[in-house]
Structure formats: structure tokens, C-alpha cells
């Protein structure tokens, strides 16, 4: 079993969730459309779909990001399970159609999550009672997909996290980030 993860730069990867997926047998390549001339490739072929960060935002008239909603389209009629993560959940938001914007002010670093009762029998995030330290970088948001339910927020940004339908998740925040990933963003001056 395999999932495929869409990188949008090539410094921002699966980290802590690729150790994941091998502990569980479940192995992981990547698609990265943003290099000119990458086919679009087979989402059927794969379990399960991630969507990764960026520095760019899910507004930019860029190509591949259009290519990247309409397989998130496709995806979503199949019923395959999708993962955003802040560029990503962005991209799944707008899909979804919700409106993707600017949030009231820039979320970078370690900040308190709290979670919604909504999240308290989630699949997902069940069992997490909050608060939770974790690490933001971003500054674009998005609105409530319409059906969606919000599972968590900061005291920056309203919407953290949510769920569309039993498989679909969006989350703003990066539980992915790798200490390296972080000296690497900061070197290159991401966002």
C-alpha cells in the first residue's frame, strides 16, 4: 500500500509522518508538479493523497496548482482519503469551495491548538483534549468548507483543522515539521 504526497517546493517533504507510514507498511512517493514537464500522475494507483505547505498561496494563477485542485476534484468523487497540510489544506479548502485568504496576521511558531467538540470523537483527533503545543508558518486561511466540521483553532487563526465527510482533513498547522525542516524555512525565508 502506498499514499502520494504533492510537494510544491523541494524543501518541504513528509518528515515525521513518513516514519509513520513505514511503521505501519505503508510506503509513500511523491509528485511534484511544480517542475515543468511533470505528468499528472495516476491518483487511482494509491490509497490515500497528501497535500503539502508551500510558500506560495492556494490564490496563485499557477499552473500547477489548477492541475493539483483538479486531481483533489477527482480524488474527492472517488472517495479517497486526503491530507492538507497548510498550502495543502488550503488547495482542498478551495476545492471543496471554500474561500482561501489572508489571515488577520502571520502564525510563525509554536503556538497553542485548541480543539473543537467536534474532535472530541474524531477519528482522528479523539482523545486529544488540547491545549497542544504545535508549529505554524503561514498566513493565508481558510473559510469552512461548506458540510465541513472545524476540529481545532488558535488564538491567531479560527480555523485550524477540518473534516470533510469520514476522510478528508485539512490542517493549517505543520505536526509534519522536522527540526531540519524548520532551519531550512528559516534559512530560506519561507512564507
Known amino acids: 500500500m502506498k499514499v ?20 505501519r507498511g505503508i510506503g509513500c512517493d511523491y509528485a511534484d508538479l511544480y517542475r515543468a514537464g511533470a505528468p499528472d500522475p495516476d491518483i487511482a494507483a494509491y490509497a490515500g493523497l497528501i497535500f503539502l505547505g508551500g510558500p506560495m498561496s492556494a490564490n496563485d494563477p ?3 496548482l489548477d492541475r493539483e485542485r483538479a ?4 480524488a474527492v468523487d472517488r472517495g479517497q482519503p486526503l491530507l492538507g497540510i497548510c498550502l495543502g489544506s488550503q488547495l482542498i479548502a ?11 496576521e502571520k502564525e510563525i511558531g509554536w503556538f497553542d491548538l485548541q480543539f473543537t467538540e ?4 474524531d477519528a482522528l483527533f479523539g ?3 488540547g491545549p497542544e503545543t504545535v508549529f505554524h508558518w503561514h498566513s493565508d486561511t481558510w473559510e469552512l468548507p461548506p458540510g465541513a466540521q472545524r476540529l481545532a ?8 483543522a ?29 512564507a
Not at 478551495?94 to 488577520?104: D, I, P
Not at 483553532?153 to 485550524?160: E, F, G, L, T, Y
Open 118 to 121: 467536534a474532535a472530541a470523537d
Open 94 to 104: 478551495r476545492s471543496l469551495g471554500a474561500n482561501v485568504g489572508r489571515n488577520s
Open 162 to 190: 477540518f473534516r470533510a465527510g469520514r476522510n478528508i482533513y485539512g490542517m493549517q498547522f505543520h505536526l509534519e515539521v522536522t527540526a531540519a525542516m524548520i532551519a531550512d524555512w528559516q534559512e530560506i525565508g519561507r
Open 127 to 129: 482523545g486529544i483534549r
Open 62 to 64: 499557477l499552473p500547477y
Open 153 to 160: 483553532w488558535s488564538q491567531a487563526c479560527r480555523n485550524q
Open 4 to 23: 502520494l504526497a504533492f510537494r510544491h517546493v523541494p524543501f518541504e517533504g513528509v518528515g515525521h509522518i513518513g516514519p509513520v507510514l513505514e511503521a
Open 71 to 74: 486531481l483533489i476534484a477527482r
